[in-house]
């Protein structure tokens, strides 16, 4: 098994030597540990403006991010949003050889397509709202290979490869309330369930006919992660100014976090020349949620919508904080806290205009800043993102629309490991396009016709 460490670090890193080499071949290697790359919360219209929602206060748009805007919803109305979201991405890493020279870039791409998120929302009554939303939180998707041609291998046994694969995710739903006691301030509580699997597979085997008198040791494994968990949110929203010409909002949540305590399933089968054994344990991760504080502000008026947000996570806290995974040349994987800085911005030159139709849309803006929630030898891995999108009102003065918000953005870079021999990060830019579908939002939906 000190082999299989060995060659899931070379994999991580994608290093390439004078004998053989690795590459990765498909999505993320950075979801190799953990729970996967996590997702961005939020409607189409907040994806479009960099991501921001805790103070996002509507009367026609479910509050997916803070169960505080529940309680904006207008009676004899029913919120209904759903979005898919396209991402093509591609992987970059610059090789180096034994030596220490660099040989090329290696790329490598994948395109997929997903529902994003489904919410409804609706009153219970004046001043008191709910919200149900599902979407995805995390996801996990790679597949490596290395081909080991190395004179100790070679001269033994051959050349040996190393195949390593994962995928699942891990999906959010979220039932919540929100209340307004008195008037300009609301707060909301949300019960947060997560379920998924994760899978992690392995395998080693010589890839041709042994050449040496040494023995080798096939290996096939399956690490099987079952998630299903409740968490908590509280959230509250302070309409800091308003009147009927301008809205100022200020807006906080908090998640609770926690364990999530998976159920792990793992299986090993060991093949040589002899005989093949068969191995299988269960138990329990300790894999965990961080505690989360999001705060903002956001400004709206007739034309124009301007929101800053900041959001502290903790995975470098409690059992993550513990996690500790040396791997090739002695690289380090740890969790650290995470900090994310967005901003967004939004013009509707003239919502009222009844005939110029691209006067009544809605054009988008927005950027966000963050560091991935692993760090590799102490380096930081960084994350930025640059949003925009367009709102397309269905009809005159109505609130349904259909929303659609592009994402370009880069996660790594091309610098070098803390490691000898040379070693490249892997830099992922990405290209995300959204579609969403804001429907059933008028309140006459709810008035009986009367007929003369």
């Known amino acids: 098994m000190q082999v299989v460490v060995v060659i899931v670090a070379t994999l991580l890193a994608g290093k390439v030597s004078a004998q053989g080499g690795a590459a990765v071949t498909a999505y993320s290697p950075y979801t190799m540990f953990g729970i996967g790359e996590l997702q961005t919360i939020g409607t189409t219209q907040m994806r479009a403006m960099g991501g921001v929602g805790v103070a996002w206060r509507s009367t026609q748009m479910p509050s997916i991010v803070n169960p505080a805007g529940y309680s904006a919803t207008m009676q004899n109305s029913f919120l209904f949003e759903v979005g898919i979201e396209g991402n093509f991405l591609q992987n970059?890493?610059?090789?180096?050889?034994?030596?220490?020279?660099?040989?090329?870039?290696?790329?490598?791409?994948?395109?997929?397509?997903?529902?994003?998120?489904?919410?409804?929302?609706?009153?219970?009554?004046?001043?008191?709202?709910?919200?149900?939303?599902?979407?995805?939180?995390?996801?996990?998707?790679?597949?490596?290979?290395?081909?080991?041609?190395?004179?100790?291998?070679?001269?033994?046994?051959?050349?040996?490869?190393?195949?390593?694969?994962?995928?699942?995710?891990?999906?959010?739903?979220?039932?919540?309330?929100?209340?307004?006691?008195?008037?300009?301030?609301?707060?909301?509580?949300?019960?947060?369930?997560?379920?998924?699997?994760?899978?992690?597979n392995y395998a080693s085997a010589v890839s041709n006919n042994i050449v040496g008198t040494g023995s080798f040791l096939s290996v096939i494994g399956e690490d099987e992660y079952a998630i299903s968990k409740f968490m908590f949110q509280a959230g509250l929203q302070w309409n800091i100014l308003a009147n009927d010409k301008h809205l100022l909002t200020l807006g906080a949540t908090y998640d609770y976090g926690g364990g999530l305590k998976p159920k792990v399933t793992k299986e090993l089968v060991l093949n040589n020349s002899y005989e093949t054994e068969a191995y299988r344990e269960t138990g329990l991760s300790q894999m965990q949620l961080p505690h989360s504080v999001k705060a903002g502000l956001m400004y709206q008026n007739p034309k124009y919508m301007a929101a800053i947000e900041y959001e502290f996570q903790a995975w470098g806290s409690g059992n993550n904080g513990r996690f500790e995974e040396r791997v090739n040349n002695n690289m380090k994987v740890q969790y650290v806290d995470t900090h994310t800085a967005k901003v967004g911005f939004s013009y509707t030159p003239n919502r009222f205009d009844v005939r110029n139709y691209f006067k009544r849309m809605s054009y988008r803006v927005g950027a966000r800043y963050s560091n991935y929630y692993q760090a590799y030898n102490g380096r930081s891995i960084p994350q930025i993102a640059v949003t925009a999108g367009f709102g397309f009102p269905l009809k005159f003065m109505g609130t349904s629309s259909i929303d659609v918000s592009l994402e370009y953005g880069l996660r790594g870079s091309h610098a070098l490991m803390n490691t000898a021999p040379k070693i490249g990060m892997i830099r992922q830019d990405y290209f995300k396009v959204g579609l969403g579908f804001s429907l059933f939002g008028e309140d006459y939906w709810f008035v009986r016709p009367k007929y003369d």
């Open 92 to 200: 970059a890493q610059r090789q180096y050889d034994a030596s220490g020279a660099y040989t090329g870039l290696a790329k490598n791409g994948k395109n997929s397509v997903n529902i994003h998120e489904i919410a409804v929302q609706f009153p219970l009554t004046k001043g008191l709202g709910m919200g149900i939303s599902l979407m995805p939180y995390s996801s996990v998707g790679y597949k490596m290979s290395f081909l080991d041609q190395s004179d100790e291998i070679a001269g033994n046994v051959g050349a040996a490869s190393y195949t390593y694969s994962g995928e699942g995710d891990v999906t959010e739903v979220k039932l919540g309330i929100g209340w307004e006691p008195f008037k300009n301030f609301s707060i909301g509580i949300a019960a947060k369930y997560y379920w998924g699997k994760i899978t992690h």
